[in-house]
């Protein structure tokens, strides 16, 4: 599946970036100028059944990732410098890291489920992301989460109108999956946590992952914390 990529920027290093479930390229809004001024060239993803990518309702994470490196292939380089994936798009990168499909200097992992239960219920589930994406409109969005801004409401709400329910479900309806990120990676996670909790943090870490903290903050680290998540990251933004 060739996907949809948004192209940023002339730097000679390369990063690339994958949001996560529900979102798009868009998600990414306000990191992408602070990559290209840090001197990245920046390829912003579509995942599959988001944005402006094709839809799948067979789609699994293995092929999910392929597609990935598929394509970002011809834009790529020699060299694939950062990562990030926020959740669903960490998910992704484990996967890819995990298979040797892609192998970037440095992963950075944005409060990601390294593991999934699998054996949803395809319409249920299906039908449980329907429910969510009738909720994400801009209305929406500015009462359910209000640490968002309005540029955030949005952005997010255009891609609630792109995302394809039965192809991010998917993936759910098969065999659980299980990645283990790579050591020298990072995790930069909410604290408190609901997909990376505290016992989970400590084996990270004592696998050799770089675990970092942002207090308070929600799950979409940066849309509530911005300031604190570019602190998290002095590898990153210079």
Known sequence: ???????????????????????SHESWWRVVPLLVESGYRVLAVDLPGHGLSPRDDTMTVDRAARSIA??????????LNLVMGHSYGGLLLAAAVDTALLTPELSVYIDTP??????????ELTAEYEQDKRART??????SRPFYSDQDCVVEARAAEHFDPATAAAPATGPGVSFEPEPGSIIVRAKPS??????????HRSRGVI???V?????????SHFDQFVAALPEVFQ
């Open 114 to 123: 390294f593991t999934t239960r699998g054996g949803w219920d395809r319409a």
């Open 211 to 213: 675990v970092r903290d």
């Open 70 to 79: 598929e394509s970002i292939a011809g834009d790529c380089g020699s060299v």
């Open 138 to 143: 801009y209305d929406g969005l500015r009462a």
């Open 215 to 223: 207090p308070g903050a929600a799950h979409s680290v940066w849309y």
């Open 194 to 203: 609901s997909y990376v909790d505290d016992e989970t943090a400590a084996r």
């Open 1 to 23: 599946m060739k996907l949809h990529v948004e192209v940023h920027g002339r730097g000679k290093r390369t990063a690339v970036l994958l949001h996560g479930m529900t979102g």
